[in-house]
């Protein structure tokens, strides 16, 4: 390894020194790290693990950034996640596919889709990269990760050591994964397998997307038209992080016991729910926040969307501090008021 003006090069690994971290975080927060690594292969990362550079600082391992709060500067080691690739090997109406954890998540899910591999049609539109999409066990309109996934690659960062995760070693819940509690920050994840099909089973009973099919006068939906259907309501509700910071669904939507939820359902009769399984029931976190007042309201620099209560978002200036302070307001606000205490989605550094 050996200096050039502010950087390293390692092999096909280029490290970087005080880099700015706002072009890679979708809040946009301005923030800096200590060092900065681009990681395009496999290999590449299996020589960066046997660095001393590893083992003298602490490491955070980012894919698209649309999962994270900065509050302050990193003072370490970012490493950025950036292998390409897809490939596939069909099994009869079955279809494994694989990619690097530097694909967007999105351009795999057209690759899928134009491919007429089914499964993650109902997922389009999910922002981040498909190395981080097991670790947050990423959902959204009746389908989760869980649901269509195979197995994934990983190195143990302690050792240098590759490592493959089956459907059961994940141990998936609710927007959570082993990767997110006995595992974390001890692997880093090189690519994902999933598990498609090339007989599509349409799911449109959960949001809009019925509604917006029959609007579109489409009776016989294929996985396009879900996922068309499914982009189109995203848009419509959510920011895009390219003109306005933010990192998607601030809250995750509570699930509690039926017993707590008879309780808030006597003195709230509109209460949006959903049933959870195993007797358990799911609430909207985000009309539980706009109840509260929340939705649209700006304070400072921060504030929440216009169209959905769920998402905080960055004005132009604001501080991770500030976007931090204004959710925690939030969730004392809906405790007061509902007696549920709202968990955060994304991840607070």
């Not at 609710?174 to 598990?195: A, C, H, M, P, W």
């Not at 995750?252 to 029931?281: C, S, T, W």
């Not at 004392?332 to 007696?339: I, P």
Request: charge should be negative; include cysteine; aromatic fraction near 10%.
């Amino acid at each position: 390894m050996y200096p050039i003006a502010n950087q390293f090069i390692l092999s096909m690994t280029i490290f970087q020194e005080n880099i700015s971290l706002k072009p890679y975080n979708t809040f946009s927060i301005p923030v800096s790290s200590h060092y900065f690594a681009e990681v395009f292969s496999p290999s590449a990362l299996e020589e960066l693990l046997e660095s001393d550079l590893i083992k003298e600082q602490p490491l955070l391992i980012l894919g698209g950034g649309s999962n994270l709060l900065f509050t302050k500067d990193f003072d370490g080691l970012v490493i950025k996640m950036s292998i390409p690739g897809i490939s596939e090997e069909i099994h009869d109406d079955d279809v494994l596919v694989t990619a690097g954890a530097g694909v967007v998540w999105n351009d795999f899910v057209n690759y899928c889709v134009q491919k007429g591999f089914a499964g993650v049609e109902n997922l389009s539109l999910i922002p981040g990269t498909v190395g981080a999409s097991p670790i947050q066990n990423i959902g959204a309109y009746g389908v989760e990760l869980k649901d269509v996934f195979e197995s994934c690659s990983a190195y143990e960062i302690a050792t240098g050591k590759r490592r493959s995760f089956n459907h059961q070693d994940c141990r998936f819940g609710y927007r959570d994964s082993i990767f997110k509690n006995e595992l974390k920050g001890q692997y880093i994840i090189t690519e994902v397998t999933f598990r498609l099909s090339r007989v599509a089973s349409i799911n449109t009973q959960y949001g809009a997307i019925q509604e917006e099919l029959v609007k579109r006068g489409i009776a016989h939906p294929t996985i396009a038209d879900v996922s068309a259907v499914v982009s189109h309501i995203r848009v419509s509700k959510l920011p895009d992080p390219s003109t306005i910071g933010n990192a998607g669904s601030f809250f995750k939507n509570p699930v509690i016991e039926q017993e707590v939820f008879r309780k808030i359902f006597e003195k709230f009769p509109e209460l949006v729910h959903y049933p959870a399984g195993n007797g358990k029931i799911k609430l909207a976190a985000g009309w539980l926040i706009e109840q509260c007042g929340f939705k649209g309201k700006v304070v400072g620099q921060t504030g929440t969307w216009k169209n959905q209560a769920l998402v905080l978002v960055n004005h132009g200036q604001a501080s991770g501090q500030e976007v931090y302070s204004f959710s925690e307001n939030i969730i004392d606000t809906v405790a007061a008021r509902f007696g549920v205490r709202l968990e955060r989605e994304v991840n607070i550094l």
